[in-house]
Antibody
């Protein structure tokens, strides 16, 4: 059974940093690009970014709103993807999800909550 | 970047009736080599994980009732839900996966 578990969410002050994890099982992690998507309170779903596989040199792509502040990485030995977030802003407050690439996002974890507030 | 625009932002439809949600893309989502539109539809209920309803614009995900139908091509797409049930109340999103940065529509809130 495919499983995704996001963790690392917390309350952080504006300008601070945080690193989220996405632990996976039940599928061939090394063959899958992984995406991060977020849901701010009261707003819609927003695609954050993705990391491709080793075959594609772990290429990353980001939404304009987070480019230069967020960095996605992965550890294939741990079947885990990370989202490192710097210079956090109030607008980054959201429930963060990870999902393996498919035709659309079929699998979602429960999400991890990031709150940026002083 | 591709901008996805849904309409309406919200709608209220009676039980058993039909709901129609429009999604427009700022760019072509049809990859002509495969004749596939790189568009998906999701249902999101409060407190739950988003649920993939359709991909390739019109292919229903396994387990999704045939009351949910996707249509359209290139830049104009529609999600139609017939015989509305109470459990269909949710926010619905379209999303393009033609190219990064991927993008979602702003969402349409459906009240039943």
């Amino acid at each position: 059974e495919l499983q995704l578990v996001e963790s690392g969410g917390a309350l952080v002050q504006p300008g601070g940093s945080l690193k989220l994890s996405c632990e996976t099982s039940g599928f061939t992690f090394t063959a899958s690009a992984i995406h991060w998507i977020r849901k701010p309170p009261g707003k819609g779903l927003e695609w954050v970014g993705r990391i491709r596989t080793k075959t594609y040199t772990y290429a990353t792509a980001y939404a304009a709103s987070v480019k230069g502040r967020f960095n996605i990485s992965r550890d294939d030995s741990k079947n885990t993807t990370y989202l490192a977030m710097d210079r956090l802003e109030a607008e980054d407050t959201a429930l963060y999800y990870c999902s393996p690439e498919s035709f659309g996002f079929l699998y979602w974890g429960p999400g991890t909550l990031v709150t940026v507030s002083s | 970047d591709i901008v996805m625009t849904q309409s309406p932002d919200s709608l209220a439809v009676s039980l058993g009736e039909r709901a129609t949600i429009s999604c427009k893309s700022s760019r072509n989502l049809l990859y002509r080599t495969t004749n596939n539109n790189y568009l998906a539809w999701y249902q999101h209920k409060s407190g739950q994980r988003p649920k993939l309803l359709l991909y390739w614009a019109s292919v229903r995900q396994s387990g999704v009732p045939d009351r949910f139908r996707g249509s359209g091509s290139v830049t104009n797409f529609t999600l139609t839900i017939t015989d509305l049930q109470a459990e269909d109340a949710a926010v619905y999103y379209c999303q393009q996966y033609y190219t990064t940065p991927y993008s979602f529509g702003q969402g349409t809130r459906l009240e039943v």
